[in-house]
Structure formats: structure tokens, C-alpha cells
T-cell receptor
């Protein structure tokens, strides 16, 4: 019961901005958008999350469309260490909602 | 701050044998998760604890998998008996509570031969 759709793979040149899209057309009003990434042979790492406003932290920016049916994770200056699988997850915050991963986008940063 | 600790990092067993994985979450984290990640797939939630109570174990194959979290801190995940299809990375994660971000350990890579 996938709630999100992501492209299976993307490439980005080192130093450029990496823009990773996610579609979540059935998102509910009380569901947040979370992003995690998983570098090879490591556990997933939290990046950022948001409800409806755009969010920015030291790792990335999250842009959510006004209708909340899609979002974009932006890595402003991609480095080789950003090569990873990126997961977009929608999740209710509150209660004991599961953290459910899809198949994600494999982002490769090209030197 | 120490992260989520898991052991062992690697394990190879024969089918029908038993195996156990251990997880020590970040201190003070009430929520603990166990995930199974088969090669090429995203992590699949097996069980979620809130303190020492089970919140969700709907995807845990209860005929062979079991998990416990004694005293609401450390947790063990056991497989008995193992099958070839259990070969995967088993990830443990914890969070302060289920409403905020989870922190993952490096996982245990299990190979069943």
C-alpha cells in the first residue's frame, strides 16, 4: 500500500543542486512528509520533514506544493558523499503510526 | 551522543538453525523498531515497541520470529528456525517517541545457507 511514488534512480553532477521528487497524491491533512536516506552498508538517516510549509535545515530543503500532493527534496550542493538511496515517507505524527519505507530513489553523484 | 548499537554485525548460519540479534537503543528513547531489509528493497517493519509493550507486529512472521524488549531498554530479535529467505540485513532503530525522527543502527547482515 505505497503512499508515495519516487523515480527509481537519478544522477546529479557534483557541486550542483540535486532535486529529488516525490508524489503523494493521497496524502491526508494530518500526514507529514519525511525524508530519509541510506548510504551503502549503513542504516537509514533522517534528513528532514514537513507538513505544508517549506523547511530547511543544515542538510537539505524540503519544498511541498500548495496542494500537498507532491514534494521535492533539494540538496543544494551535492557531494560524492550524498550518493545514497533517498526515501520519501508520509506519516501521521501522533499516536503510534508506523514508519513505512518504499523502494526510494537511488541518487548517484557524478564527479 | 552514542547511537543505536547492534550486534553482531555479520552472521552466517545454516537453514533450520536459530539466531538472535541484539539492539541497544539511544538512552531515553521509548520507541524501538526492528526492520528487515532484503537486498535491493527498502526496510520492512517487523515490530515496533513503545517502552516494553508491542505497538505493531503485524508483519512479524510469528511462527519463526520473536522479539522482546525487557525493561523497555535493550531488545533481542530471534529467528527459530531460519529459512534461506531470511537472509537480509536486520536494522534496529529508536526514537524519543513515535512522533519524531528515528535513529538507525548499522544493522546485522544475516546470511542463511
Amino acid at each position: 500500500d505505497a503512499k508515495t511514488t519516487q523515480p527509481p534512480s537519478m544522477d546529479c553532477a557534483e557541486g550542483r543542486a540535486a532535486n529529488l521528487p516525490c508524489n503523494h497524491s493521497t496524502i491526508s491533512g494530518n500526514e507529514y512528509v519525511y525524508w530519509y536516506r541510506q548510504i551503502h552498508s549503513q542504516g537509514p538517516q533522517y534528513i528532514i520533514h514537513g507538513l505544508k510549509n517549506n523547511e530547511t535545515n543544515e542538510m537539505a530543503s524540503l519544498i511541498i506544493t500548495e496542494d500537498r500532493k507532491s514534494s521535492t527534496l533539494i540538496l543544494p550542493h551535492a557531494t560524492l558523499r550524498d550518493t545514497a538511496v533517498y526515501y520519501c515517507i508520509v506519516r501521521v505524527v501522533g499516536g503510534n503510526e508506523k514508519l513505512t519505507f518504499g523502494t526510494g530513489t537511488r541518487l548517484t553523484i557524478i564527479p | 551522543e552514542a547511537g543505536v548499537a547492534q550486534s553482531p554485525r555479520y552472521k552466517i548460519i545454516e537453514k533450520r538453525q536459530s539466531v538472535a540479534f541484539w539492539c541497544n537503543p539511544i538512552s531515553g528513547h521509548a520507541t524501538l523498531y526492528w526492520y528487515q531489509q532484503i537486498l535491493g528493497q527498502g526496510p520492512k517493519l517487523l515490530i515496533q515497541f513503545q517502552n516494553n509493550g508491542v505497538v505493531d507486529d503485524s508483519q512479524l512472521p510469528k511462527d519463526r520470529f520473536s522479539a522482546e524488549r525487557l525493561k523497555g531498554v535493550d531488545s533481542t530479535l530471534k529467528i527459530q528456525p531460519a529459512k534461506l529467505e531470511d537472509s537480509a540485513v536486520y536494522l534496529c532503530a529508536s526514537s524519543l517517541d513515535s512522533r519524531i525522527e528515528a535513529f538507525f543502527g548499522q544493522g546485522t547482515r544475516l546470511t542463511v545457507v
